[in-house]
């Protein structure tokens, strides 16, 4: 048996060859992260979330403006200074007053500043709580067949990245304008000053637009590389810590080290490519700069001569230069911002589109406590696809108080009814009938207190086993809590945590066994209190010590109440007033036990099958039983 | 006037640390800010062993920081010429309005003043580039090496120490942590030299001209350098307890999104928007009460610095007039104090760079020198498995965490190649325990576990593991395709091994069915597996490594009776060339093992063949009578 085994079995060859069945952090799915610069219909639909805000915006914009031109003036009263102030023989006066210009205009500059930022970082931060606000809970109201083929990850980058870049942009966008008002500023004040020496020295911006224009697509493309690469490095990094049970399990450390090192490196290869590309601007602008200022010397000095020029206005002029080159390089940087804000306004706008399929009547009424607890299916027909019913005209009645059991092979329509009692989805045909109105005539809030529903799955929420229990019932007092919890048996293990009833639930509950969720999710049915219960069986197999409490919890559950059971197991199917057995979408029998053992059909040879549970049918066993020919 | 806010998102950077956590993995930065804040800054002694310890990493790249910080010097030696250029140019300029004259000499004079302030410019440029680029490279070099020493570590890091860290404080370590480590050389380290060497020498050069002038230009350099520091701590912690509340709200997001079903089915929508609107509204205060920090600090920085501009221009101008300074000199000092601005506001910066590499360091190191507590012997021999004999030997064993409590005691069984043993008790017992001792996940902390008479902790590690294969109860799948994940511990396996594994355990007819068979992506990010599927994909990734000892961990509980009794029936044929061991809760899993172990509190209390133990009557016998119909015992498979 020694010999048999490969040593080298996981192993990079000695060749450097990689095995060809081993990654690390693979499969990212990527979105378009650069849409259209700008997207008028993009544009017009978050204005209509900045609209509320639209009074401290226009003050945000005067505040841009106003200091602007104090970011304008101070270099003219330095000129003023100098030229008039501290000329041989000038006058003493002018400086005194050039100072009183200077400290006004400091003021008015730190008061617009204050002013401006104050009011853009806000608003950007609350137009972004809105949109996000707006998506959750529009998130609530759509229907249940959209958040089913939606993973919770996509919306989730929705509801974070997207609205996060969506802020930036309103940010930026806001103080842009106070970059393009500098840059025509300068260059105003600059001709203003003297025509043709600003002429001279605004020749070397269009060199750093071009240049610019021809730089931006390169380096944003090496630093989305260098991004790319580093979220894959990351996402391998995540992958070893999650998966590190199965790493060590199947001894592949050594090869994913290697692998590993692979896309480290390639991460260090793109960021060293993106840093060369971010730092080569730099010696480009100085030396713009420096050509500039030597242009202003040589020109200037020239012109000072004849009194052409002053040299308070060539100290102006060189403040100036040092400056004008900011608004440009962040111009260009809001191009691409724009591009991304585009793109993730019009992922936002998707949702917010998303249709409500299911939405309360205009004049639909409230499903009253005082209803008797009936359900009725009338003839439904009813398909996630229309073409393709899943429900095929099935009727039923579950009387007041009654519990009735549904049974059939996986497939057979057991969950979609579950699903329309609460209206979860709208029926095709037929009407379903809750205390004897159509669900379609009640309002979904009313109709979802008076159902209560326990699912295959439990979900628990990250809070304390109380807050899990009590859930939505706010009003509920710790007593019921605790009564309920001791009517479904979960009291004791609840008991034994650490803080009790106060015992902090780890992720999805994750610190209790799949039983005991279980019995948590039934004590949250039992303080929602209602009239109806809708259950499906968990078919997971549970220890049998918790199944024993899960199957007494369920008798106390039902007590009182109607409740409509998706059956697993033969001891809850036993225990039923009725089994309706579906095959296909179509009910095919209906009685108590003892009548169905009697008629011989599905459920009788399903039965006599002898598994301990419906599930433990293998699928061909089934379509044997299932099929009319097999007797 | 090089003012800049500081506002501004520097969209240039497109790896910044903040921006993985906010923009890139939204259920991540829950669990990585959580953390996060509960870290407090580490003692001066440790946090300075700490920094020496990341400055001695960027000195192994002897070049590439030997040019970053040379490139600092430089560039900050012509960053100071470029103000006295400009001051001698406006003098220069000056004279000759007062000469009223343009000489050769004069022109001449200013033309090199102007040729020096154009090259002054451009080695500028060029040095600040080197300086920038080499800093940031070093950075990039060490953040490369800790990764891989990170990625090993946390891959070689046992059992114990992955139960007690939750993953997400672990993907912080690495991302985050890393990432303030990686700054520390650019942004703290040299980022100081430069600053040091421009106000210090500039400083010097001011005060030497002129002190009452000097000290008016230098006036706001403590003012904006301390309130830039007290903001940045600030908002780094101000940032720390955001991520908190932001993380509550992205969890009360994810949980009703995951949870939709719930949420819908008690109508609690009402109820969590109203856990939305109040977690939204903790952040958003918050990030209002931010906006406010950095905004009156911004603004009380640049209007001092405009303040000591004032009085320079005044008490400056004042001696212009008075002839004791020329108006180049004036323009120099103001030149200077734009110049000597940005990196002042920096400061703060710098400081929390400092800050955040200290404690950022420390856990990263805390990781990086954790000891190993399953490790062997580079020099042990490796296994070799000959009879394929597995004995316990008076095995007892406790968590680290909690040593007291003993989990397994007295634990003696010996199984030879070709058996089947089960391992039955109730929840908590100590069977899974079992287990994980044998690959050593765990290490026994009494007794031993042999293979053929070797203790298993004298031998190689990775030779046992290639031995011992546990299916595990929570098979991991990775997000790649089906027949990567059934190949995981046999990367070069063919085609047909794969096949083979995969109909042996019954996986092999869904595989075929699924759009892109064996090339189907699957796990977080592709399609998803049932339990149960996932549960038969882990078997016959078990099944394609050959091993002497098979473990199933509870790993068949969501495979139905039927497709365990043909997985079994398919393996029958393997079954005599090893050891197999079966733990699990449901009596038909086990009923068939040539013997059964019941195990309570951590002991062996009842062991026989399956009929031997029903006829003992005990525990085993009354477990069989709660799970197995009374009436139809025959169901067993």
Redesign the interface.
């Known amino acids: 048996?020694?010999e048999?085994?490969e040593?080298e079995?996981?192993d990079v060859r000695d060749d450097g060859r990689r095995?060809?069945?081993?990654?690390v952090?693979?499969?990212?799915?990527e979105e378009e992260i650069f849409g259209k610069v700008f997207d008028r219909n993009i544009v017009a639909r978050i204005w209509d979330f900045v609209r509320p805000y639209r009074r401290q915006v226009t003050l945000a914009v005067v505040a841009v403006l106003v200091f602007t031109a104090m970011?304008l003036m101070?270099?003219l009263i330095?000129r003023y200074?100098?030229d008039h102030?501290?000329q041989?023989g000038?006058d003493?006066s002018a400086?005194l007053y050039?100072?009183i210009a200077?400290?006004v205009a400091?003021?008015i500059?730190?008061a617009a500043?204050?002013a401006q930022?104050?009011l853009?970082?806000?608003v950007a931060?609350?137009v972004l709580?809105d949109i996000?606000?707006a998506m959750?809970?529009h998130?609530?109201?759509v229907s249940?067949s959209f958040?089913d083929k939606t993973e919770?990850?996509r919306?989730?980058?929705r509801?974070?990245?997207d609205v996060?870049?969506m802020q930036?942009f309103l940010?930026?966008s806001v103080?842009s304008v106070g970059d393009i008002t500098l840059l025509i500023g300068i260059v105003g004040v600059m001709l203003y000053l003297d025509f043709y020496l600003g002429l001279l020295t605004l020749s070397a911006l269009p060199v750093l637009f071009v240049v610019r224009i021809f730089w931006l697509p390169v380096a944003r493309k090496s630093?989305?590389a260098?991004?790319e690469s580093?979220?894959v490095?990351?996402g391998?990094?995540?992958?070893?810590?999650?998966?590190?049970?199965?790493?060590?399990?199947?001894?592949?450390?050594t090869?994913?080290?290697t692998l590993?090192?692979d896309k480290?490196?390639t991460?260090?290869i793109n960021?060293?490519k993106?840093?060369?590309l971010?730092?080569?601007m730099?010696?480009?602008?100085?030396?713009l700069?420096?050509?500039a200022?030597?242009?202003v010397?040589?020109v200037?000095?020239?012109r000072?001569?004849g009194?052409a020029l002053d040299?308070g206005v060539?100290?102006a002029f060189?403040?100036y230069i040092?400056?004008f080159f900011?608004p440009i390089r962040?111009l260009t940087?809001q191009y691409?911002?724009m591009q991304r804000a585009m793109a993730s306004g019009q992922r936002l706008t998707d949702v917010l589109d998303v249709r409500v399929d299911i939405q309360d009547k205009p004049d639909a009424k409230a499903l009253s406590a005082e209803m008797d607890g009936s359900v009725e299916f009338q003839n439904v027909v009813f398909g996630y696809n229309r073409k393709h019913p899943v429900l095929k005209n099935v009727s039923f009645r579950v009387n007041p108080g009654e519990t009735v059991a549904l049974v059939g092979p996986t497939g057979s329509g057991k969950s979609s009814c579950m699903s329309l009692i609460?209206r979860?989805y709208e029926v095709q045909q037929g009407a379903v009938l809750v205390g004897g109105h159509d669900v379609r005539d009640l309002t979904?809030?009313s109709?979802?207190?008076q159902?209560?529903?326990v699912?295959q799955e439990p979900?628990l929420?990250?809070g304390t086993v109380f807050e899990n229990i009590r859930?939505?019932k706010?009003e509920a007092t710790r007593d019921q809590v605790i009564e309920a919890a001791k009517a479904v048996g979960a009291h004791d293990f609840i008991m034994r945590m650490p803080d009790g009833y106060d015992s902090q639930l780890g992720q999805?509950g994750g610190n209790l066994?799949l039983g005991q969720r279980q019995l948590i999710s039934f004590a949250?049915a039992l303080v929602?209190d209602a009239k109806i219960l809708v259950l499906d069986e968990a078919t997971?197999?549970i220890?049998?010590?918790?199944e024993?409490l899960i199957q007494k919890a369920l008798v106390k559950l039902l007590e009182g109440r109607t409740g409509l059971v998706i059956a697993h197991r033969?001891a809850t199917i036993r225990e039923a007033d009725r089994i309706i057995v579906l095959q296909n979408g179509e009910l095919i029998e209906s009685g108590n036990h003892a009548e169905l053992m009697a008629n011989g059909k599905l459920y009788s040879k399903l039965y006599n099958l002898?598994?301990?549970s419906f599930?433990?049918?293998?699928e061909d066993?089934m379509e044997d039983a299932a099929s009319p020919s097999a007797t | 006037m090089r003012y800049k806010r500081a506002s501004r998102p520097s969209a240039c950077a497109p790896h910044t640390g903040m921006t993985i956590v906010t923009a890139s993995s939204p259920s991540g930065a829950a669990q990585l800010s959580a953390s996060l804040a509960h870290v407090k800054a580490a003692g001066w002694g440790k946090g300075l062993s700490i920094l020496t310890r990341i400055t001695v990493m960027a000195f192994r790249h002897p070049w590439q920081s030997g040019a970053a910080i040379g490139a600092t010097f430089i560039a900050s030696a012509f960053q100071l010429m470029i103000p006295e250029l400009l001051g001698r140019a406006v003098d220069q300029a000056q004279g000759i309005m007062a000469s009223g004259s343009l000489g050769v000499e004069a022109q001449d004079a200013l033309l090199w003043t102007a040729l020096l302030l154009l090259g002054a410019s451009v080695l500028r440029g060029l040095f600040t580039m080197v300086q920038n680029y080499y800093s940031e490279a070093v950075g990039h070099h060490i953040g490369y090496e800790l990764r891989l020493a990170c990625y090993e570590k946390i891959q070689r890091l046992s059992f114990s120490f992955h139960d007690s860290m939750h993953s997400g404080d672990l993907i912080t370590v690495g991302l985050l942590d890393l990432e303030g480590v990686r700054m520390y050389f650019s942004t703290a380290l040299v980022r100081m030299i430069f600053l040091s060497v421009l106000i210090g020498i500039g400083a010097y050069l001011l005060l030497s001209t002129d002190v009452v002038l000097g000290l008016l230009a230098l006036s706001f350099v403590p003012f904006v350098g301390w309130r830039s520091s007290v903001t940045q701590l600030r908002l780094r912690a101000t940032w720390l307890d955001l991520q908190e509340r932001l993380a509550v709200l992205t969890r009360v997001m994810e949980e009703n999104l995951g949870g939709i079903r719930v949420v819908r089915a008690f109508s609690a929508q009402k109820h969590e928007l109203e856990k939305f609107d109040q977690a939204s509204r903790n952040a958003l205060s918050l990030a209002h009460q931010r906006v406010g920090i950095r905004v009156a600090n911004t603004s009380a920085m640049t209007l001092s610095f405009f303040a000591a501009m004032g009085l320079v221009l005044w008490v400056g101008g004042a001696k212009v007039t008075a002839g004791e300074i020329t108006v180049g000199t004036l323009a120099s000092f103001l030149t200077f104090m734009t110049i000597l601005q940005m990196p002042v506001r920096q400061l703060g910066l710098m400081v929390n760079a400092f800050a955040r590499a200290s404690t950022c360091g420390a856990r990263l190191f805390g990781l990086l020198d954790m000891e190993i507590a399953v490790k062997d012997d580079p020099k042990a021999p490796a296994l070799t498995v000959t009879e394929g004999t597995l004995r316990f030997e008076n095995v007892g064993f406790a968590y680290p965490a909690a040593p007291d409590n003993p989990v397994l005691q007295d634990i003696c069984f010996e199984a030879r190649r070709g058996e089947t043993i089960g391992i039955v008790g109730p929840p908590g017992s100590g069977k899974s325990t079992i287990a994980h001792l044998i690959p050593r996940f765990y290490d026994t902390t009494e007794g031993r576990i042999t293979i053929d008479g070797q203790d298993i902790r004298d031998v190689r590690l990775q030779s046992l593991r290639r031995a011992v294969v546990v299916v595990q109860q929570d098979s991991f799948l990775f997000t790649t395709t089906i027949e990567n994940n059934i190949a995981y511990g046999d990367p070069w396996a063919r085609e047909n091994q794969i096949a083979r594994a995969s109909e042996s355990a019954q996986l092999h007819n869904y595989v075929l069915g699924l759009p892109s068979s064996y090339g189907t992506v699957v796990g977080e990010r592709g399609v998803s597996l049932s339990g149960g599927q996932r549960q038969r994909l882990s078997i016959a990734r078990a099944l394609m490594l050959k091993p002497a000892v098979m473990i199933f961990d509870d790993s068949t509980a969501a495979i139905d009776a039927a497709t365990e009794q043909r997985i079994r029936s398919a393996m029958r044929r393997y079954a005599s060339d090893r050891v197999t061991l079966i733990v699990a809760h449901r009596l038909s899993s086990l009923m068939h093992a040539d013997r059964i172990l019941f195990v309570e509190d951590g002991r062996i209390v009842e062991h026989g063949s399956h009929q031997e133990l029903l006829a003992l009557g005990g525990r085993y016998r009354a477990l069989y009578d709660l799970q197995i119909r009374p009436d139809d015992e025959t169901l067993a498979g």
Do not use: C, K
């Open positions: 048996m020694a048999e085994m040593t079995r996981a095995p060809p069945r081993a990654v952090g693979s499969h990212r799915i970011q101070i270099p330095i200074a100098i102030g501290m041989p000038g003493r400086l050039a100072i200077f400290g400091i003021l500059n730190f500043s204050y930022e104050t853009v970082g806000n931060e609350d709580f996000r606000r959750f809970s998130l609530q109201r249940l958040m919770v990850g919306l989730m980058s509801l974070q990245g996060n870049s930036e940010e930026t103080l630093f989305m260098a991004h580093n979220s490095a990351s391998a990094l995540a992958e070893a810590i999650h998966g590190v049970r199965a790493v060590q399990g199947m001894d592949r450390q090869v994913n080290f590993f090192d480290a490196r991460n260090l960021h060293l993106a840093a060369r971010a730092q080569v730099i010696p480009i602008v100085d030396t700069t420096g050509i200022m030597a242009l010397i040589v200037g000095g020239a000072v001569l009194q040299v060539m100290v060189l403040f040092q400056r900011d962040s940087l691409s911002v609460h979860f979904q809030e109709l979802g207190q159902i209560a529903m699912l979900f929420f990250t859930y939505h706010t999805r066994s949250r929602a997971a197999n220890d049998s010590y918790t024993m033969l002898n598994y301990a599930d433990d049918i293998p066993v």
